[in-house]
């Protein structure tokens, strides 16, 4: 009986870590390795209508703009290929942002990486993935990056550099 339990807690831990990886600052999937660099907030502060960053303007008033209370957050990431064999990305699908005051995960709202299909062997790609989320508060968990790919799941930890200057707690 007692080996029976141990075998249950051991398989509920296993369970568990399976569906929560812990948190790394890079990780490699399917020969590919993701390091995020220090995210931060973009100001909006050249989109506020009074001149002195009292209020920004609204959404409809600027395509592409975070809605509500949301701000953007830009994560720099770098992608490195360094097997012998062309690598296929669909880095829109594969990463997301969760934690802090987000209920599931969020896709990334832009970049600077574009459609970039393949990754060449021993060659990498660094750019901008641009969220548009809640700022979190002292008392949510932090922000990280779920990526899933080829059937490999790795969360990987986000520094923030700076504050969310311009956020007026809207939302």
């Known amino acids: 009986m007692a080996a029976t339990s141990l075998a ?5 831990l296993a369970v ?3 569906v929560t990886p812990p948190s790394t600052a890079t990780a490699s999937l399917a020969g590919v390795t993701l390091a995020p660099g220090d995210a931060g907030w973009t100001a909006m502060a050249a989109h506020h209508m009074d001149g002195q960053a009292g ?6 008033m600027m395509p592409g703009a975070p809605e509500g209370g949301d701000m953007r957050l830009g994560v720099p990431v770098t992608l490195v290929n360094s097997g012998h ?12 942002l969760a934690g802090g ?8 709202h832009s970049d600077t990486i ?9 060659t990498a790609v660094h750019g901008v ?23 490999g799941v790795r969360r990987l930890e986000l520094r923030i550099s700076g504050d969310a200057t311009g956020h007026h707690g809207h939302g």
């Open 8 to 12: 249950a807690a051991g398989l509920v």
């Open 16 to 18: 568990r870590d399976a």
């Open 55 to 60: 209020y920004q303007m609204p959404a409809q």
């Open 85 to 96: 064999t062309v690598r296929a990305l669909d880095l829109v699908a594969e990463v997301s």
């Open 101 to 108: 005051r987000i209920d599931g995960r969020e896709r990334p």
């Open 114 to 122: 574009g459609r970039l299909a393949r990754l060449a062997p021993g």
């Open 129 to 151: 993935l641009y969220f548009d989320t809640i700022v979190p508060g002292p008392d949510d968990p932090p922000l990280y990056l779920t990526w899933e790919r080829d059937g």
